[in-house]
């Protein structure tokens, strides 16, 4: 649970600056972003388009260095990518020319694994997302739904201690995005792994998160940090408890005057 | 291969395939339709006689033993040039793709000259390398390097730079995403430069036997031209034609057999 004593600090991220230097000046995407995540927690960052979430995401991940300030990963400075942080793209980024099984067991061919373990693997991961029959499928054969799916079992193949998702579900449409939540949810209960999801929908991230992080725009900044205090397992029933809505019109609110400021 | 390449067509994909030979046949048979209204025009009939004594002319080349030759040579002279061609680009196009400085200062030198006709540039060559073979696929060698140099070196750039990114989270250092990710997203552009490369050598003939070849259809045709033998000219024109559909019928096969895995936008 959210404030659990005892628990370690997983990502220390550090006074983090982001800047880029564009032919229209410098933009600042993130300014003095603070946070300590715990292992095993599952966070949430929500915040209106161009707050820097995905940019904090790109620097835990390796993708990005910050212009100033570190990222910690159990004490040790993040430079570059590592399989220890494993990443779910919006947009899939399955291999086009890959099947379902050589996708999710790319990570463990890269650690030049044998490659009967790596199916053995593959599998074991397929079959926690409920791909088994579509193994040899190409992606093109896939709905968006199923994309994600593989993507995210190929991120979990690699073993990864911390799990970095850009806005997973954010192409999908309601239901399977339903889905899919509850099923990252049980999986999540299942393997406790530490979670940085963003999204930009609040009720996603109530639903999913022990804590959520609300970021403003302009420079990219922490604004507040909710904890939300719903026991886990929770479902899709979890959103029509009081509590949820309480915590949802909280956030929304939030949220919604970032927004309102940013379109000034 | 996926399961879709494998399992038989449905009725629907049958009479759709019916459906687009029955245009092909149409269009086939207005062309001849064209042809032999222009046949029988005094003036046009000069230049474009009729099916019969175009091949007449054809079997006055073969009797001739210039038609193999010609063919021969000049198939020998794509070849050669286009593989010149393909080996060189490919590297080239990821040099310019990879490094600021060699783009900047290759693309300007391929823009240029690729809007010169080579039959401008063909003298010179010719001058440097003296007659023979060795100009043609040196001429051949420059168009189909520019085409497929251009074409795989933009394919490069356009590849989906989140593939890289994943690759990399996964654990994958440069060789793997070389090998692994680079090189079979660039298989559909490099299967393009090939398709526009062979269609360059192929324009590029006429250019290439222009001076001092021995035999060719490009060369050929030049010749028929000074003793106004149109039936053999345009047997030789159209057989140009027939060898760039076969190539072309050939690339697609491969393309079909190697990138059956990208989404295919609906064709309209």
Known sequence: ?264 | MSKQAKRPLTQAEKRAKLISWGWLMISLAAALVVWFCLSIGEKTGRSFPFIPAVIDGMKTMIERDALWSDFCSSMISVAAGFALGFVTALPVAFLMAWYTPVRKIIEPWINFIRNIPALAYAPLIVIMLGVGRAPSVVLIWICTFMTMCITIFHGIRNIDNTLVKAARVLGANDMDIFFRITLPATVPFILTAVRLGLSAGLTTLLAAESTGAQAGLGMRIRTLQTTFETNAMLGYIILIGIIGTLLNTLVNFIERRLTSWQEKREEA
């Not at chain 1, 880029?20 to 946070?35: M, Q, S």
């Not at chain 1, 904090?56 to 300030?69: C, F, Q, R």
């Not at chain 1, 999913?208 to 507040?224: C, E, F, N, T």
């Not at chain 1, 397992?233 to 915590?247: A, V």
């Open chain 1, 1 to 264: 649970m959210a404030g659990e004593a005892g628990r370690s600090v997983k990502i220390q991220i550090k006074n983090v600056k982001k800047e880029y230097h564009g032919d229209h000046g410098t933009t600042v995407a993130l300014n003095g972003v603070n946070l300590d995540i715990m292992e095993n927690e599952f966070i949430c960052v929500v915040g209106p388009s161009g707050c820097g979430k995905s940019t904090l995401l790109n620097i835990l991940a390796g993708l990005h260095e910050a212009s100033s300030g570190e990222c910690y990963l159990d004490g040790e400075l993040i430079q570059g990518t590592d399989v220890k942080r494993g990443v779910v793209f919006q947009q899939y980024a399955l291999f086009p020319w890959q099947t379902v099984i050589q996708n999710v067991m790319f990570g463990p061919q890269m650690k030049r694994m044998p490659k009967a373990q790596c199916e053995e693997i593959a599998r074991k991961y397929i079959k926690m997302v409920g791909l088994e029959d579509f193994e040899n499928s190409y992606p093109k054969e896939l709905s968006g739904g199923m994309k994600q799916r593989v993507a995210i079992a190929r991120a979990y193949a690699n073993n990864p201690e911390v799990l970095l998702m850009d806005e997973p579900f954010g192409a999908l449409d309601a239901q399977t995005r339903a889905q899919l939540q509850t099923e990252l949810l049980k999986t999540w209960e299942e393997e406790k792994k530490t979670c940085f999801f963003i999204t930009h929908d609040v009720d996603e991230a109530v639903l999913l998160a022990q804590r959520v992080v609300i970021m403003s725009a302009r420079p990219g900044r922490i604004k507040k940090v909710v904890d939300i205090d719903i026991p886990y397992p929770r479902d899709q029933g979890t959103k029509s408890e009081p509590r949820f809505m309480e915590l949802k019109a909280e956030i929304w609110n939030e949220v919604y005057q970032e927004y309102l400021e940013v379109r000034k």
